[in-house]
């Protein structure tokens, strides 16, 4: 059975940081490239960062660049997104596609909450 389970999200004060993890399992996770993308309330899903089937492979929207850093260990089938300088405007479900052409799984995503 496939699952993409994501976790580590919460409540964190403006300036903050968080660790998000996301762990995959019942399929080839090593072959797949990972995204990490989040949803607000009213506005269209975002993508935020991309990590490819390496971690050299990586690259990041503007609206986080030099913030979040995203990452892999392929023996745990695992991907972070780790996340310094949160702000109001960060505040998203998150969650982390895997795709592997033309499958995509999806996770059911993690909370981060940052209040104004």
């Known amino acids: 059975q496939v699952q993409l389970v994501e976790s580590g999200g919460g409540l964190v004060q403006p300036g903050g940081s968080l660790r998000l993890s996301c762990e995959g399992s019942g399929f080839s996770f090593s072959l797949y490239s990972l995204s990490w993308y989040r949803k607000t309330r009213g506005k269209d899903r975002e993508g935020v960062a991309y990590i490819g089937t390496i971690s050299v492979s990586t690259s990041y929207a503007d609206a986080v660049k030099g913030r979040f850093t995203s990452s892999r260990d392929i023996v745990k089938y695992a991907v972070y997104l780790q996340m310094t300088s949160l702000s109001p405007e960060d505040t998203a479900v998150f969650s982390c596609?895997?795709?592997?052409?033309?499958?995509?799984?999806w996770g059911p995503g993690t909370q981060v909450s940052v209040p104004s």
């Open positions: 596609p895997a795709a592997l052409v033309p499958t995509n799984y």
